[in-house]
């Protein structure tokens, strides 16, 4: 079975999410990709298929956004890869490849293709040991990435920068590399997927994230929007009507007559289960959708890479 890792050596904010879902987009027109995840943080145990009706705290909020987005893709979450992979083609035998999220530290599967994700102002070269720093490992365990790709990449970059990076992080000889960062499409309502937000100088935005780090989008902010006031909670947090009550209230005393709750398709995964009380109190909040680009011909390289990888195993 054809089996692709995705994973970081960070606590998080690599980027995970947005690059299982690039793979999902290049494979899904051609094989039938299934997606293995921990469903981190959520309040099940054990091996369980998740669908569009789940609730976060049964499958957690990435394996759900996976499905919603993707409703003909298999997603499954489980502790134990080594036993789920067995269990998903024996379910679903059509199934010809397995994409992994977050599994670089899981060592009872070894990937094919063992992708590193490092973010380009946090390069795990220049990073420490938690709690000094923000790595779960060594950076000399990055030997075991098949790839690297550099995440979150300024939307200039030369060459002189890519070699720069090359030179901190001393691939070893077998290790391909790829340098990617976000684009973002329009935001869309939460309660209502067809209406779209332009973004302009004269808004109000309220940033509201649970996510490992919003700098990136805060950095992206400052250049569409007037003004924005950013609340952060850590990183996976189950919001609760007390936090909602914050922000509505915040969203209230602002003063300008075009204003808005700004928050990501992962945190909208959680958010969605208070949909109610966002309809109540007149919220209107919008998704930001992050796609994944590569950068100059990285995009062409990355997926013939793959697509190698795929014509030429054997089974």
Request: net charge neutral; glycine share 4%; aromatic share 12%.
């Given at each position: 079975?054809?089996?692709?890792?995705?994973?970081?050596?960070?606590?998080?904010?690599?980027?995970?999410?947005?690059?299982?879902?690039?793979?999902?987009?290049?494979?899904?027109?051609?094989?039938?990709?299934?997606?293995?995840?921990?469903?981190?943080?959520?309040?099940?145990?054990?091996?369980?298929?998740?669908?569009?009706?789940?609730?976060?705290?049964?499958?957690?909020?990435?394996?759900?956004?996976?499905?919603?987005?993707?409703?003909?893709?298999?997603?499954?979450?489980a502790e134990s890869r080594v036993t789920a992979i067995p269990e998903i083609v024996k379910q679903y035998p059509h199934i010809q490849c397995i994409l992994l999220d977050d599994s670089f530290q899981h060592r009872s599967v070894a990937p094919g293709i063992n992708i590193l994700l490092t973010e380009y102002d946090k390069l795990?070269?220049?990073?420490?040991?938690?709690?000094?720093?923000?790595?779960?490992?060594?950076?000399?365990?990055?030997?075991?990435?098949?790839?690297?790709?550099?995440?979150?990449?300024?939307?200039?970059?030369?060459?002189?920068?890519?070699?720069?990076?090359?030179?901190?992080?001393?691939?070893?000889?077998?290790?391909?590399?790829?340098?990617?960062?976000?684009?973002?499409?329009?935001?869309?309502?939460?309660?209502?997927?067809?209406?779209?937000?332009?973004?302009?100088?004269?808004?109000?935005?309220?940033?509201?994230?649970?996510?490992?780090?919003?700098?990136?989008?805060?950095?992206?902010?400052?250049?569409?929007?007037?003004?924005?006031?950013?609340?952060?909670?850590?990183?996976?947090?189950?919001?609760?009507?007390?936090?909602?009550?914050?922000?509505?209230?915040?969203?209230?005393?602002?003063?300008?007559?075009?204003?808005?709750?700004?928050?990501?398709?992962?945190?909208?995964?959680?958010?969605?289960?208070?949909?109610?009380?966002?309809?109540?109190?007149?919220?209107?909040?919008?998704?930001?959708?992050?796609?994944?680009?590569?950068?100059?011909?990285?995009?062409?390289?990355?997926?013939?890479?793959?697509?190698?990888?795929?014509?030429?195993?054997?089974?």
């Amino acid at each position: 079975m054809p089996v692709i890792g995705v994973g970081n050596l960070s606590v998080g904010g690599a980027g995970k999410t947005p690059h299982v879902e690039y793979l999902i987009s290049l494979l899904r027109p051609y094989i039938d990709v299934g997606v293995l995840s921990r469903g981190y943080k959520r309040k099940s145990k054990g091996f369980r298929f998740v669908n569009a009706q789940d609730k976060v705290f049964t499958a957690g909020d990435e394996p759900i956004q996976y499905k919603r987005k993707y409703r003909d893709v298999v997603v499954a979450v489980a502790e134990s890869r080594v036993t789920a992979i067995p269990e998903i083609v024996k379910q679903y035998p059509h199934i010809q490849c397995i994409l992994l999220d977050d599994s670089f530290q899981h060592r009872s599967v070894a990937p094919g293709i063992n992708i590193l994700l490092t973010e380009y102002d946090k390069l795990y070269s220049d990073d420490h040991l938690l709690p000094m720093g923000r790595l779960r490992e060594w950076p000399s365990d990055a030997e075991r990435a098949h790839c690297i790709i550099i995440t979150k990449c300024p939307d200039e970059l030369t060459d002189g920068d890519r070699q720069s990076v090359i030179n901190r992080l001393s691939p070893e000889a077998h290790q391909k590399l790829f340098f990617s960062r976000y684009f973002y499409h329009k935001p869309y309502l939460l309660v209502d997927g067809r209406k779209r937000l332009e973004f302009n100088m004269d808004q109000s935005v309220i940033l509201l994230s649970a996510i490992a780090s919003s700098q990136y989008l805060e950095e992206y902010l400052d250049t569409k929007v007037g003004e924005y006031t950013s609340y952060k909670f850590e990183d996976h947090h189950y919001f609760t009507e007390r936090d909602l009550e914050t922000i509505s209230k915040a969203y209230k005393n602002l003063k300008s007559k075009q204003k808005y709750i700004l928050t990501t398709e992962k945190d909208a995964v959680r958010l969605f289960e208070h949909r109610e009380f966002l309809v109540k109190e007149q919220l209107p909040v919008f998704i930001l959708q992050i796609v994944v680009q590569f950068d100059a011909n990285d995009g062409n390289r990355f997926d013939d890479y793959v697509k190698s990888y795929l014509l030429n195993v054997k089974v």
